[in-house]
């Protein structure tokens, strides 16, 4: 009965868990996934003085991190669920 699968992933054992069980019930279902993660930036005024640079790697770190997880996640759906 599923068509379309959303699957939040952020590197946290549950998170994993759940991906396992959704390529489960989308292999079973024919089903297609969909894999999505989350970044929360820093408050604009995080970027004010001498802080900024600070503030500014940690938002690429943060983005570089989501992109990672989200690639390691893709690798690990099938074919068929894509």
Do not use: W
Not at 5 to 17: E, F, G, M
Not at 31 to 38: C, E, G
Not at 43 to 66: K, W
């Amino acid at each position: 009965m599923f068509h379309d699968i959303l699957v939040a992933v952020d590197d946290s054992p549950h998170a994993r868990l759940a991906l396992e069980r959704a390529i489960d019930i989308a292999e079973r279902e024919r089903a297609r996934l969909t894999l999505m993660t989350a970044v929360v930036q820093p408050p604009p005024v995080a970027y004010y003085g001498a802080a900024g640079e600070g503030a500014s790697a940690l938002a690429v770190d943060a983005e570089n991190h989501a992109q990672e997880t989200l690639c390691r996640a893709r690798d690990k759906v099938p074919a068929t669920c894509r």
